[in-house]
């Protein structure tokens, strides 16, 4: 089996920046897209941004031009660099990826535990 360990959430004033990172507990055969997802109390979960193995990337409307996703594939790692925080980015994040473990295995996806980013003055 695989973890994807999550870091980097917390307390920001509105306005500031944090940096997300997530990484595999092991080594993996292939990771195709890597994501970050967020769910606020009460709401859906849902997508704040996305990665190819080509580094092909897509954002939610909602976070374009403050948000930036970038990954190492070397270290089979995910990041998300956030901008100009504002308090309905308050959710807990999820990183996301779809993988095959080994080889011989099916592509499956895999979810980080969460971290909690919470934007307030």
């Known amino acids: 089996q695989v973890q994807l360990v999550e870091s980097g959430g917390g307390l920001v004033q509105p306005g500031g920046s944090l940096r997300l990172s997530c990484a595999a507990s092991?080594?993996?055969?292939?990771?195709?897209?890597m994501g970050w997802y967020r769910q606020a109390p009460g709401e859906q979960r849902e997508l704040v941004a996305t990665?190819?193995?080509?580094?092909?990337?897509n954002y939610a409307d909602s976070v374009k031009g403050r948000f930036t996703i970038s990954r190492d594939n070397a270290k089979n790692t995910v990041y998300l660099q956030m901008n100009g925080l504002k308090p309905e980015d308050t959710a807990v994040y999820y990183c996301?990826?779809?993988?095959?473990?080994?080889?011989?295995?099916?592509?499956?996806?895999?979810w980080g535990q969460g971290t909690q980013v919470t934007v307030s003055s």
């Open positions: 996301n990826a779809h993988l095959i473990i080994e080889m011989g295995y099916m592509p499956k996806d895999y």
């Open positions: 092991r080594s993996i055969f292939l990771i195709y897209t």
């Open positions: 990665i190819t193995r080509g580094e092909n990337t």
